[in-house]
């Protein structure tokens, strides 16, 4: 089977898988296995996301990304920088590349210059998970500190499978809360200021909070 075959094949599979019912755990293994089918992948980093507020509710992250988990989401949310995922989930362009969006510039991003670079890593395709309009999650992954870019067409495959991969993990979050004898499942998340004011907050977050006697904090507007 020649390369481009075997490509589409590969494709055409994580398409299938994408329509079978897992749990999340599963489903991030599996898509992510089926993704290095096709592409190059050194590091990956794979989280479920709150449509309303664009949060992360979980994620899952392989080394060396995950032993720096605190600074990247200090960048995410503290620093200005590019593809962030907020901004790819609300954008026209859902998948971006590092290398791409700096003009092949790494080190004029935050992110590269301060935590990737630290890591041995170079090229990163990032991409907010879309679905129906809502986005259920977000994808990231990188290369070693290298020449090698994410291409057009890398992007343009991830485009192409990131509503399979969005509707496959809404399904499965929604499955896991029908399960859940009528509560609220799943981590909640809240986002805070640096005076402590609320920036936002998920709905599994606001469920946990009431049952706290303490009253939750107001939302701030900017």
Not at 164 to 177: E, Q
Request: net charge negative; with cysteine; aromatic share 4%.
């Amino acid at each position: 089977m020649s390369g481009k075959a075997s490509t589409v094949r590969a494709e055409q599979d994580l398409v299938r898988l994408c329509h079978r019912t897992s749990d999340v755990a599963t489903l991030q293994h599996d898509v992510l296995r089926s993704l290095r089918r096709m592409l190059s992948v050194d590091a990956a980093f794979f989280a479920t996301a709150d449509p309303s507020t664009l949060l992360s509710t979980g994620a899952y992250a392989e080394e060396p990304l995950a032993a720096a988990t605190s600074l990247f989401l200090d960048n995410e949310f503290a620093s200005a920088d590019v593809n962030k995922f907020a901004t790819l989930a609300t954008s026209s362009t859902h998948v971006a590349s590092l290398d791409a969006a700096t003009n092949h510039d790494r080190p004029s991003s935050l992110r590269y210059r301060d935590i990737m670079s630290q890591l041995g890593l170079g090229d990163e395709l990032r991409a907010a998970l879309i679905v129906g309009g809502e986005c259920w999650g977000y994808l990231c992954l990188h290369r070693e500190d290298h020449e090698l870019r994410f291409s057009q067409s890398e992007a343009a495959l991830i485009t192409r499978l990131g509503p399979h991969i969005a509707d496959a993990l809404r399904k499965t979050v929604l499955l896991r809360g029908s399960t859940a004898a009528g509560e609220t499942c799943g981590p909640g998340v809240v986002l805070l200021a640096d005076d402590l004011s609320l920036v936002a907050i998920t709905p599994q977050a606001e469920h946990l909070l009431s049952w706290s006697p303490m009253p939750a904090p107001a939302l701030s507007c900017p």
